[in-house]
């Protein structure tokens, strides 16, 4: 088979987590094809993260919960649009990292000539792939990194690091330090960061427990608190001014950007499972996860320097157990995951 792509479309299409445990991925991708242009078609919350990874040339965004779950007629126009703009683009690879029945569809009409699809049983239509060899089934056992590699496996890209990273930009470090300066806090003191929210009401820990354990970072080690709130939180910021402490700095205003520069300097990052907990691990911040779902392996941060506490809902999670934890974070810097990944 003749081939050299110079024209490459990857559809990768997760939430803001499932996109930053894509890089290794994706950056594997820019290393073994780097006279090419590669375009990444993304949502918008994971397009910042395509950007400031820097591993793509383009970023094509796509609404796919509105064309698959909007008012149809509409749902049927738009799509229509995005296959003109796809073809117009003359793409002539196309990577399905996610592979659903509608990526899959997007990914033949686009007319290219090559066509890699991951292979997931009862969710994609990987048949309308025609490259050769093909990846393995996807396995749901494994890590999501290792899913996202093994659609790759094809291209026999050797060795690859599995640890997604992120840069921080000067710019985004002077804004936050601005930000931080008006709380009278400093990036040269040991700071812990909380992460209250989580895409759906099983994943969060109870208000409550966050609260004391602010409180006992403040009280026991004389540590600042920052809080971090993404949109989906922010009508909670009054509730959480009752609960924490008047030192207790809330941030709720940040880019993506911003949020991977502030997230970067901390001690510990202790959060649920949602997309914050993988920028701050991709920035090289110590993570402390909180998790629901003890079988659930495959999101977890990959790194030594992480932990993750585990029960059958997060409610089991006591603030006794989240703060011993948290502290071995903060005295041992050699801290590994209580899963291995």
């Known amino acids: 088979m003749n081939f050299d792509p110079r024209n490459i479309l990857v559809i990768d299409f997760g939430q803001l987590g499932d996109v930053v445990l894509s890089l290794p991925a994706l950056r594997a991708i820019r290393a073994r094809f780097r006279q090419a242009r590669i375009t990444v078609a993304v949502g918008k919350s994971g397009k910042t993260v395509i950007e400031l ?64 699809y991951a292979s997931r049983p009862n969710r994609s239509l990987d048949f309308l792939s025609n490259f050769r060899p093909r990846p393995p089934v996807e396995d749901q056992r494994r890590h999501a990194v290792d899913r996202y590699l093994d659609v790759l496996r094809p ?24 930000l931080l300066k008006k709380e009278k806090v400093s990036f040269d003191l040991p700071l812990v960061g909380l992460f209250p929210g989580a895409g759906h009401p099983s994943r969060r820990w109870p208000l409550e427990r966050f609260a004391e354990l602010a409180a006992r970072f403040e009280r026991n080690d004389g540590l600042r608190v920052l809080v971090f709130l993404g949109p989906e939180e922010r009508p909670l910021l009054g509730e959480m001014r009752a609960l924490f402490s008047r030192t207790t700095v809330f941030l709720n205003h940040l880019t993506i ?8 300097p901390l001690a510990a990052f202790v959060s649920n499972d949602t997309g ?14 909180l998790l629901g779902h003890p079988t ?46």
Request: proline share 4%; charged share 25%; hydrophobic share 50%.
């Open 53 to 116: 990874a820097g591993c793509a040339d383009a970023v094509l965004i796509v609404d796919r919960v509105g064309l698959r779950d909007g008012f149809a007629p509409l749902s049927v126009v738009r799509i229509a649009q995005l296959v003109r703009e796809v073809r117009r683009r003359k793409f002539d690879f196309v990577i399905d990292l996610h592979s659903l029945s509608e990526t899959n569809l997007l990914g033949y009409l686009s007319r290219a000539r090559w066509r890699l």
């Open 155 to 178: 291209l026999d890209l050797g060795e690859v690091s599995r640890v997604a990273r992120l840069p921080v930009r000067d710019e985004d470090r002077r804004a936050v330090e601005q």
């Open 257 to 264: 950007p911003q949020l991977a520069a502030a997230l970067a």
């Open 276 to 289: 914050p907990l993988h920028i701050a691990a991709a920035v090289g911040a110590p993570v402390v996860m």
């Open 296 to 341: 659930n392996k495959a999101f977890v941060p990959v790194g030594e320097r992480h932990r993750v506490i585990h029960s059958h809902t997060i409610t089991e999670i006591t603030v006794d157990e989240s703060y011993a934890v948290a502290r071995s974070v903060l005295t041992d810097e050699r801290a590994t995951s209580l899963f291995a990944v």
